[in-house]
DNA sequence: CGCTCCCTAAACACTT
DNA sequence: TAAGTGTTTAGGGAGC
């Protein structure tokens, strides 16, 4: 019925400009990219700074206990937060290290021993005290995020504050691995041992009051007997913390340092006293504790000239006293808990990532869960994510999680690609709201896993041609792009280009554009925008979840943010194709919510003031074929940092599957 | 219950 | 002629 009147528009339509921003699409890429790299933009954290951090949880350890002694009782749950304000242009995150510096603790070295000697550092209570400081940075990190989701609405210099925020994740990501680094390190050289029975703490949300600062301080104390040279490397040893310590909050201030010795892989203070190893390694200028120029014992930080004077320095200083030793006892213990710590957390990434996996599965009440992902890809997206995990996730859906994702039943492919057409599955997801998490993940998931995407074939027709350079796309072009972002869409070729084929021509979103070499498919945003309305409105839930800011065309950009829009978000355009990071993707998908709220309230009314859709979605003219029959790399390249997958390249295999068949 | 969406299947015409 | 591309029609499940 409609069809009559589509087939003219559609002509019409194709009359329209092409809106393509291929340029910017490209370059916001490969900001995503590096940032899902994990990359810290302007800086970078040398095992010595992780060094650093690691000490100053001893200090943290050590001077709490001290507190706890002396005060019976301690206050567990401080005040939240030591820096109230994220929002500030300030780069939320600042750790007053030079502050603490300059208020000096009263812990004498003697104390400090004393702690040490006594064993008042068990491992429940170290524990206890790093996880205090890691729920610290943790909520650092959660502000810094919160702030990244409201970034869009954002004036630009928050934007960037955000941006230094999202920074600082990384670098705290990076410290992770250093330190993990680290401490396999010290296992290697038997310097540490690790206690399998012994108990790990939960996270705890709030922080203690302690801060970074007051570590280093104490460290500080403890360590520097020697006036002069504490007055000498006062300087450094300030400049150094807050490098370790602040440098995640003003990446681009500090811009630290990091000297090319120091790297070695924070095989720090265990290290120590030994003066066979010391001559040992003096040939190697990389000493561990010895680094741009400074001593990098913990707390130490003395400015030594050159390599000789830091053996100097070293033997002098750090001989093997009872303040080395019992130094060496708190880095061991520190470094013992953060393992402790690290095996717990990976643990708990383990449980997540099977929860998310199989959760999709969960509604359906399958048999086998699992067995909904091929078995063929199963093993590769199931390595990636945890081992094991899979198998027990039906057990953890948790309240916030399972209810979401419930949605999308997954098809399994495995068993049935010739059963093929699932009908439900359609519909189930309709009105489940995809968590921007879910997203990111499936897209990984997908292009791996026979799962059937819980997307129309709209959306991701949509998709395929939004995320082509041209914007534009020939339809051996869309299977293609099918088929490698979804591992479902390698078999049964005839069925789903048929249907591809049929939502082309049906939906009057789609636009054939005639080519001298052919013919292409672009998207009317407006049209689409259109069809979208009813659907939504049954979201309650997302609705829910929904927050404010319209967003205009926001961000989104992975080929799942299409879909996305498709299922549950309308307001998905075009224009937003101009992407910030992949940081703020999650920020970006709730927009994206937010935005489809709005026009769910509008019902369809596409009025949304900021986004034009048309304008910088409409195809233009096309004269000549964008692209290339395997000119996918295009597109394909586009989505890949979209998804800020930046493994995207393991999926290959899409290629030497039945795409070659299906596609001549 | 009717409407609308969406999916799948398939027939048919046209083009390459 | 075969294969690919487009268009239509039909039937069915599901949510509102």
């Known amino acids: 019925m409609m069809q009559e009147s589509g087939t003219e528009t559609k002509s019409n339509g194709s009359a329209i400009q092409n809106g393509a921003s291929g340029g910017n699409h490209l370059l916001e890429c490969s900001l995503r990219e590096a940032r899902s790299n994990g990359e810290t933009p302007s800086v970078d954290i040398g095992a010595a700074d992780l060094a650093h951090l690691q000490q100053q949880q001893a200090l943290q350890v050590a001077r709490q206990l001290l507190l706890q002694q002396q005060q019976q009782q301690q206050q567990q749950q401080v005040s939240g937060l030591k820096s109230p304000k994220r929002n500030d242009k300030q780069p939320a995150l600042q750790v007053p290290v030079s502050v603490a510096m300059m208020t000096p603790q009263v812990i004498t070295p003697q104390q400090m021993q004393q702690i040490l000697q006594q064993q008042v550092l068990t491992p429940q209570q170290l524990q206890v005290l790093l996880q205090q400081q890691q729920a610290l940075m943790l909520q650092q990190v959660n502000v810094s995020l919160a702030a990244s989701q409201l970034r ?39 310097l540490l041992t690790i206690q399998p029975g012994q108990p790990t703490l939960p996270l705890q949300p709030l922080a203690q009051g302690m801060i970074p600062a007051e570590l280093q301080q104490l460290w500080k104390e403890v360590t520097s007997s020697h006036p002069a040279e504490e007055a000498a490397s006062n300087n450094h040893s300030s400049l150094d913390l807050s490098t370790s310590c602040v440098s995640s909050s003003a990446p681009s201030k500090t811009s630290l340092l990091i000297n090319p010795h120091a790297s070695t892989n924070g095989q720090l203070s265990v290290h120590t006293p030994k003066r066979e190893s010391l001559s040992h390694e003096e040939h190697s200028h990389s000493h561990p504790l010895y680094g741009h120029g400074v001593c990098k014992w913990p707390g130490c930080e003395a400015v030594c000239e050159d390599f000789q004077s830091f053996l100097k320095h070293l033997n002098s200083e750090h001989a093997l006293d009872d303040r080395s030793t019992a130094q060496c006892r708190v880095q061991m213990q520190v470094v013992q808990q953060l393992e402790l710590q690290l095996a717990k957390d990976k643990e708990r990434l383990q449980a997540m990532m099977t929860h998310l996996h199989v959760k999709s599965t969960e509604p359906k009440a399958t048999p086998q869960p699992l067995n909904l992902v091929s078995s063929v890809t199963l093993s590769k997206t199931a390595s990636e994510a945890s081992p094991q995990s899979l198998p027990h996730t039906p057990t953890t859906p948790t309240a916030p999680i399972t209810p979401v994702t419930q949605g999308p039943s997954v098809i399994t492919t495995t068993s049935m690609h010739n059963v093929g057409p699932i009908r439900r599955r359609y519909s189930d997801k309709y009105n489940v709201p995809i968590s921007s998490a879910d997203i990111a993940q499936n897209q990984e998931f997908y292009k791996n896993a026979e799962v059937r995407p819980p997307f129309t074939y709209a959306s991701l027709i949509r998709q395929a041609i939004l995320e082509s350079p041209e914007k534009q796309l020939t339809l051996n072009e869309i299977y293609n792009w099918f088929t490698r972002m979804f591992a479902y869409f390698r078999r049964n070729a005839a069925t789903w280009k048929n249907a591809v084929r049929h939502n082309l021509s049906l939906h009057k979103c789609f636009v054939r554009v005639e080519n001298v070499k052919g013919a292409v498919w672009t998207v009317d945003e407006l049209e689409f925008q259109k069809r979208r309305p ?25 080929a799942l943010q299409a879909s996305m829009a498709e299922n549950s978000i309308p307001l998905y355009t075009t224009a937003s194709m101009g992407n910030p990071t992949l940081g703020n993707l999650a920020s970006a998908m709730r927009e994206e919510l937010n935005g489809a709220m709005e026009h769910t309230n509008s019902n369809g009314s596409d009025s949304s003031p900021g986004r034009s859709p048309m304008q910088a979605m409409h195809p233009v003219h096309v004269k000549e074929e964008p692209l290339d029959p395997d000119e996918n790399e295009g597109p394909l390249s586009l989505v890949t940092t979209a998804n800020h997958s930046p493994d995207f390249d393991h999926d290959r295999d899409y290629e030497d599957e039945p795409v070659n068949e299906d596609i001549e």
């Open 152 to 190: 869009l609405g954002m004036p630009p210099q928050q934007q960037q504050v955000a941006t230094q925020q999202l920074a600082f994740q990384q670098q705290l990501l990076q410290m992770q691995q250093l330190q993990q680094q680290h401490l396999l390190s010290l296992q290697r050289q038997g």
């Open 534 to 558: 009813q659907k939504i409105s049954g979201n309650p839930s997302l609705i829910k979840n929904i927050q404010t800011s319209h967003t205009y065309c926001t961000p989104l950009n992975a």
